[in-house]
């Protein structure tokens, strides 16, 4: 067997799969000029093997399947999985609880689906931007530098599981403290969010070292 | 009478590696060539062939034949091929009698990718100055597409042959980045033959491969076969047309063999795709692997099978959804000197 080390086994020609149904049902007159060129390109090159946790399937969610993997530990993917589904599950509990309590006119403002809190939560944990360090002349400074979607995320998840894992009490299951964590960041209050504000103040800080940053 | 004891300079050996690779001369080529023709009718006069309609794979048969050899290189074995597949093309000295080159740029080294170069700029610039000239006349610019998806540019190896000279991968690549310019202005039409010549067509389609018919069972039903595999997993699928969603797995339902649901949905994952859950029934062996690879290697199996159940466009979604490609991520191995494919010994300092 030959054993490429240090690059990836496919072809450099080969394309990601597109797994999504819509985009294939979509009839051809209504596709702009640049996926015309996509599909096209994509017919005459080679495709990479969808992975096994994509599927074309209503449930899978990028977003939920990164964050089970960042979750995950020595490779354990099945216990990282129930967790998830248990986070989920404990979230939609708490909501209906809610709602249920709820007077008449609130009970339209109470969100219910996990999925959606899930990513509004997500999203209010994201830092806008970030600091790097750079050493000049001896001395390392913190400097603002601008973060990229891909980051931004990972940032987000990477918080929210350090705070589950370290800040909360220790007879508590992961799912119960993810629950509290999630619905925390929706409503925009908790540790994850105070933890982005405050890199947002020390950036504004360093605001003055802004043009060390050569890239 | 004095003997000569003090050996000059030129009496010595030459030194051997500085001419470089060995030259033949073009008349040495020539007689080589006559040499093989009149070798090659010998041969087929030996086996009884007929000397005018004597391939070059009869030759290889014919050697074969004669001269057996249990030497696992075939490029240690007896053969017998035309003078120019042998000899590699070289290019003929390129400085004259006097010593002075032909080639105005020899003395940078690689004066035919640079002379490439200097070529495929100046069409550039009559592109640009043609353009100049529609503009000035207030006539339309042509915009038509050229079909980007069917071509593709020579390979570094290819390019290397043409102009018979090593390049590098930095050269390549301005090289590339050069022609792509050139194509993207929109009067790029008037220099077609010249960008012709580095470009190749790509086979049309991936779709080589050959959709098996559907089978007929006994009791009427119709079915097909797929085989798939993944990392160390094999399996075979029977996708029948009935009517339940029943799947089984080495005589075992789906769900007692796979209690993950992550293993089940990629099970589920071609019917979903092409939305005949409830329409085909299945039976598959798996062997080997572990149960992700086991669940990829049915995965695949199943949508080969259903290829043949399926109308042509519906395979090429099929296939850009990524359901027919075969994995080919493998465990890597261990080197020597480090614990693990990546992980190195812990560093210590003494």
Redesign the interface.
Known sequence: ?I?P?RWS??NPSYLE???K?EL?EKPSEELTEEER?QM???????????P??????V??DPMISKFTNMMMKNGN??LA?SLMSQTLEAIKRKQLEKYHKAPENEKETIECNPYVIFHQALKNCQPIIGLSNITRGGKTYQVPVPLTDNRKRFLAMKWLITECRENKHRRTMMPEKLCQELLQAFNNEGPVIKKKHVLHKMAEANRAYAHFRWW | TLRLICTTTAVQKNNAGASGPEKYTEAFIKKQIEEFNLGKRHLANMMGEDPETFTQEDIDRAIAYLFPSGLFDKQARPMMKHPTEIFPEQRKIQWGEDGRPFHFLFYTGKQSYYSLMHETYEKLLNVQKHQDQLIAQDLPLQKEKRNLAGSRWLTKIELEEMLLEKLSDDDYSRFIQLLQKLVALPCADIEEKYIQKFSREVPVQLQKVVIEPLQYDERGVAFSTGEGKRKTARATAVVYDSGTGKITVNGIDILHYFPVLQDREQLLFPFQFLGRIGKHDMVCTVSGGGRSSQAGAIRLASAKALRSFVTEKEVEFMRQAGLLTVDPRVKERKKPGQEGPRRKFTWKKR
Request: aromatic letters at 10%; hydrophobic letters at 35%; a positive charge.
């Open positions: 067997r054993m080390v086994r496919y799969p597109e797994v149904k294939y060129e096209e390109l994509k017919a005459v090159r080679p495709i990479k093997a969808a096994p946790t994509l599927s074309s399937s449930f899978t993917k099945v999985r």
